[in-house]
């Protein structure tokens, strides 16, 4: 499986940025895809996933701001991120979970200006 990551950038606090995550490959085996991000100094954390029954995860600091959807193909997934703070500055990684292992795609960086 391979997960092609697009997006990010640099915006003033309170805009908004979607990622992009692309999976090819041997799809089938993986149970949804995700957003982590690591910020300078911090540890990596999840910000959202979304499974293969549309079921959706959000960690508490991104709730209502950050909506996570899918393809109906299930190929490409999208982080829509609004009302974007400083402490949402790091770099985005996309992942897909399967049986066994996790699938990663390359960061992005979202910076967001104060």
């Known amino acids: 499986v391979q997960l092609q990551a697009s997006g990010g950038g640099t915006v003033q606090t309170g805009g908004s940025l979607r990622l992009s995550c692309t999976s090819s490959g041997s799809t089938g085996s993986i149970n949804g895809i995700g957003w982590y991000r690591q910020a300078p100094g911090k540890e990596r954390e999840r910000v959202a996933f979304?499974?293969?029954?549309?079921?959706?995860l959000y960690a508490d600091a991104v709730k209502g701001r950050f909506t996570i959807s899918r393809l109906a193909d299930k190929t490409t997934a999208f982080l829509q991120m609004i009302s974007l703070r400083p402490e949402d500055t790091a770099v985005y990684y996309c992942y897909a979970p399967a049986p066994g292992k996790i699938y990663w795609g390359q960061g992005t960086q979202v910076t967001v200006s104060s």
């Open positions: 979304i499974d293969n029954m549309g079921g959706r």
